[in-house]
């Protein structure tokens, strides 16, 4: 069965400090992957997504870059963080099919102070 | 532009009552629509979806959901809440074939708070 690790689960960073979140995906291949942050316990944004390894889409202008240098990794990246970067990050994937939901990991709690 | 709405910020229901929390959306092309729960400080766990054919669609916890075409709603159903149903609910939808990222749009959310 496929399973989707993502951490760490909390993290804590003071402003202007770089930032490294990193997903995995095990028992699927070539999926789609994506990160989408959550603030204030409410709505999903999409950040970015990845449709093969190499291969980023971003969809907001933003403080935060991503990765994906193996085809179940898929990092999300800051080499200085703002206050305005905390938030609950989701990663996700799903096998490349209209019919695919996706699933998530079970998030990270960025605090930056 | 493909988007998501859910009315609704918060539904309170008593224990063993039916719940409905509600779900419009708009696409460009054929709608994919999705539900997912997410407990508190936990990922979102996928509920079910509709892709075509019958328009009332089963899922997962004893949850179902109604395909309305006309009205370009997908509302969320249960016949009997627990108060463990108690969540963040969310609708999504993937806009077919205008989008080839496969990607998901989210509502905003609706809390169901079941009370015993």
């Known amino acids: 069965s496929q399973t989707i690790h993502q951490w760490p689960a909390t993290l804590v960073q003071p402003v202007g400090s770089p930032l490294s979140l990193e997903c995995t995906v095990e028992g699927t291949s070539n999926p789609n992957l994506y990160w989408y942050r959550q603030a204030a316990g409410r709505g999903l944004q999409l950040l970015f997504y990845?449709?093969?390894?190499?291969?980023i889409s971003s969809e907001v202008p933003q403080n935060l870059s991503a990765s994906r240098p193996q085809d179940r990794q898929f990092i999300l990246s800051s080499k200085k963080l703002l206050l305005s970067d905390s938030g609950f990050y989701l990663c996700?994937?799903?096998?490349?099919?209209?019919?695919?939901?996706?699933?998530f990991g079970n998030g990270t709690r960025l605090t930056v102070t | 532009a493909q988007s998501v709405a859910q009315p609704e910020d918060q539904v309170n229901v008593a224990e063993g009552n039916p719940l409905t929390v509600k779900c419009t959306y708009s696409?460009?092309?054929?709608?994919?629509l999705f539900w997912y729960v997410q407990y508190p400080n936990r990922g979102l766990q996928f509920l079910l979806k509709y892709i075509t054919g019958d328009n009332l669609v089963k899922g997962s916890y004893g949850f179902e959901a109604e395909f309305n075409k006309s009205q370009t709603s997908f509302h969320l159903k249960k016949p009997s809440a627990l108060v463990s149903d108690s969540a963040l609910y969310f609708c999504a939808v993937r806009d077919i074939p205008m989008d080839s990222s496969y990607k998901l749009i989210f509502g905003s959310g609706t809390r169901l708070l079941v009370r015993p």
């Open positions: 996700a994937w799903s096998s490349i099919s209209y019919n695919s939901p996706l699933h």
């Open positions: 696409v460009s092309g054929n709608p994919y």
């Open positions: 990845s449709v093969g390894i190499g291969q």
